[in-house]
């Protein structure tokens, strides 16, 4: 299954964390409005910019008018959001990006331009519908710098009280990345992904790519160790 437009406009996600072993709150449309609403009532800036730090820079899925690599301070991505179906299961549950506050955090990443024209409405609709179908995000304006130039870029952060969120340790993380895969994919095609749409961007992203390298290990280790059980 791929995550495209046709799947935000029929509302796949929605369906798919409906599951009643999640017990997640699925938010409406409503909400997702509202919640659009005061975000943007929240902005300083005529130019609507949406920061990227995950799938968002190989997936994007909304229009754009302009894009650019932008660098933010105080903040760094880590894989501490749970994806129990779409890059993993109820039983092994995959993992995913969030944006997390870090004191000397640095985090690069892409910056997508909206245009405020008649499809504005509906585009951001679709984001949220992917973003924030349960709220396990918190939508923020952060300010970011691409060359000598400032802008105020809307970025989904985490929301550390969500039941979603975990802050596991590095081996934990190695093992759900290179082992969960669900009804969009693996988590570790996620990561890969993300690696490959950074070096696309000229983004060099060291942490990232270690934990690649991690993952890779590890899926060969159960590879080879497989090999040897069904001699």
């Not at 570790?188 to 991690?214: C, M, P, S, W």
Request: hydrophobic share 40%; net charge negative.
């Amino acid at each position: 299954m791929v995550l495209n437009r046709q799947a935000l406009e029929s509302k796949l996600l929605q369906q798919l964390l409906a599951h009643p072993e999640l017990d997640f709150e699925i938010w409406t449309d409503e909400q997702l409005q509202q919640s659009i609403a005061e975000i943007l009532g929240q902005q300083s800036s005529q130019e609507l910019w949406i920061f990227a730090y995950g799938s968002l820079i190989w997936n994007p899925l909304f229009e754009y008018s302009d894009r650019c690599v932008v660098t933010i301070n105080g903040w760094h991505r880590q894989f501490s959001m749970l994806a129990p179906v779409g890059r993993g299961t109820i039983e092994n549950p995959g993992l995913v990006l969030g944006l997390e506050s870090k004191a000397d955090g640095l985090c690069e990443g892409v910056a997508y331009r909206l245009p405020r024209d008649k499809n504005l409405e509906s585009e951001l609709l679709l984001l949220w519908r992917r973003e924030m179908v349960i709220g396990s995000y918190i939508p923020a304006w952060i300010t970011a710098k691409n060359c000598d130039r400032q802008l105020e870029v809307l970025a989904f952060t985490v929301n550390p009280l969500h039941s979603v969120y975990v802050n596991w340790s590095k081996h934990k993380i190695v093992e759900s990345l290179a082992t969960a895969e669900g009804s969009l994919g693996s988590s570790a095609e996620y990561l890969h992904n993300t690696v490959q749409g950074l070096f696309a961007a000229g983004i060099e992203d060291k942490e990232l790519i270690e934990l690649r390298d991690l993952v890779e290990n590890k899926q060969q280790q159960i590879s080879n160790a497989e090999s040897r059980y069904q001699k």
